[in-house]
């Protein structure tokens, strides 16, 4: 079985801060792990994703995440935020045959 | 390349009619998966299909809900009958198939039923 979740469903910085949403993650076998973004009326689109090799993952739109196996965590971090980062974002972790299990989300706003 | 293609993309409808939608993967995508998200969660699978076969419906209430995806390509998912409880957004996404790949959503059917 696995699960995710998202600590903070309501994660509010100001235009240039840092930007760090916290997702943990139980796996009974070593998974693999994604963000996503979803803004308003869309789908999902994937920012980044760990399979294997390099913990530390860079994603689109200057986001990045490292996987830490010891604290079962994948948080997702962007040293500056801009207003466009505005959206929901979801953690998710796969590992049979791509079933995806996703977090409740994190909606991020960024204020000027 | 086009992406994964749902439609309509917003239905509202009354209680205890029936519903449809309307799924086109990414061409030479053999997964399809089913989402159910509700308001304030994520997604939740109903149905993941390897082709034309159902691979996983675990999680999805065979009393109301059905799904097909003959030839392996597009595919629907029926509601029937709807309830308050069924407004939801319905997405739609799809994999090559190997297991470390990312999923790709369309932008989902918002189904209010009233």
């Known amino acids: 079985a696995q699960s995710v979740t998202q600590l903070g469903s309501h994660v509010s910085v100001s235009e240039g801060a840092l930007v760090l949403l916290r997702c943990n993650y139980s796996s009974s076998v070593p998974p693999y792990l994604f963000w996503y973004v979803q803004y308003p009326n869309q789908g999902l689109q994937l920012l980044l994703k760990?399979?294997?090799?390099?913990?530390l993952v860079k994603g689109i739109n200057g986001f990045e995440a490292e996987f830490k196996k010891s604290e079962t965590s994948f948080h997702l971090t962007k040293p500056s935020a801009h207003m466009s980062d505005a959206a929901e974002y979801f953690c998710?972790?796969?590992?049979?045959?791509?079933?995806?299990?996703f977090g409740d989300g994190t909606t991020l706003t960024v204020k000027p | 390349e086009a992406g994964v293609v749902q439609s309509p993309r917003y239905k509202i409808i009354e209680k205890k009619q029936p519903v449809a939608f309307w799924c086109n993967p990414i061409?030479?995508?053999?997964?399809l998966y089913w989402y159910r998200q509700n308001l304030g969660q994520g997604p939740e699978l109903l149905i993941r299909y390897e082709n034309e076969e159902a691979v996983d419906d675990s999680q999805l209430p065979k009393d109301r809900f059905s799904a097909e995806r003959l030839k392996g390509v597009d595919s629907t998912l029926k509601i029937q009958p709807a309830e308050l409880g069924d407004s939801a957004v319905y997405l739609c996404?799809?994999?090559?198939?190997?297991?470390?790949?990312?999923?790709?959503f369309g932008q989902g059917t918002r189904l209010t039923v009233v």
């Open positions: 760990y399979t294997t090799g390099a913990t």
């Open positions: 061409s030479g995508h053999n997964t």
């Open positions: 998710a972790v796969s590992r049979n045959a791509g079933k995806s299990t």
């Open positions: 996404a799809s994999t090559p198939g190997q297991v470390n790949t990312e999923a790709f």
